[in-house]
């Protein structure tokens, strides 16, 4: 395999450059197959306490949103929505919004990156210093009710040990269908 000339960027080559662009395509086409296999790690190593695994309840939102008719687009964010869980446990919310932000519309990309905020409805009450109206500095946001709505449909409510979800292969082709786009191109994230 080819590699390039310099140690330091600052001393690439023209042709150094555009390897690296002709390499960077096949790179970019293994996103969605590098997604997955985070996500099934998820389910080997996971936040202890919960009576599942965050592969589970990845698979338990994505199974939600599909049953409830959703887009490819809001499934996809449903089964990606907690994937920083593991590598940004104190913002994964934002971690989870840059992977989908270059793929999907900005409504996708805000609830993703605003859920924690909104989740903290449901439990902040319980932990001294904490505010469970987090969300409501986001009321003016027109995509406010679609957050409180994911929140309330597609992630509170998935640590149940007896759901049914759809197993992971059932979700790959369609985080295989998203991240093969075009990144920012307005006809997804428009």
């Known amino acids: 395999m080819s590699t390039v000339s310099f140690t330091q960027m600052k001393h690439g080559t023209k042709q150094d450059y555009e390897l690296l662009e002709k390499l960077?395509?096949?790179?970019?086409?293994?996103?969605?197959?590098?997604?997955?296999?985070?996500?099934k790690s998820q389910g080997e190593e996971s936040l202890s306490g919960?009576?599942?695994?965050?592969?589970?309840?990845?698979?338990?939102?994505?199974?939600?949103?599909w049953r409830d008719k959703a887009d490819i687009d809001w499934v996809v964010a449903a089964l990606?929505?907690?994937?920083?869980?593991?590598?940004?446990?104190?913002?994964?919310d934002r971690f989870a919004a840059e992977i989908l932000r270059p793929y999907v519309r900005e409504e996708v990309t805000w609830v993703v990156e605003h859920h924690g905020a909104f989740q903290m409805i449901y439990y902040a009450h319980h932990l001294d210093g904490w505010n469970p109206n987090e969300r409501d500095k986001y009321k003016d946001s027109p995509y406010y009710q679609t957050a409180v709505d994911f929140?309330?449909?597609?992630?509170?409510?998935?640590?149940?040990?007896?759901?049914?979800?759809?197993?992971?292969?059932?979700?790959?082709?369609m985080v295989e269908e998203v991240f093969p786009r075009k990144a920012y191109d307005p006809a997804f994230t428009g």
């Not at 929140?151 to 082709?173: G, I, M, R, T, V």
């Open 24 to 39: 960077e395509a096949s790179y970019l086409n293994g996103t969605a197959s590098r997604l997955l296999r985070e996500l």
């Open 50 to 65: 919960y009576k599942i695994t965050r592969l589970e309840h990845a698979l338990q939102s994505a199974t939600r949103a």
């Open 80 to 92: 990606l929505h907690d994937i920083g869980d593991g590598l940004a446990p104190q913002n994964h």
């Open 151 to 173: 929140c309330e449909n597609w992630d509170q409510n998935c640590f149940d040990p007896d759901y049914d979800s759809k197993p992971l292969a059932f979700f790959a082709p």
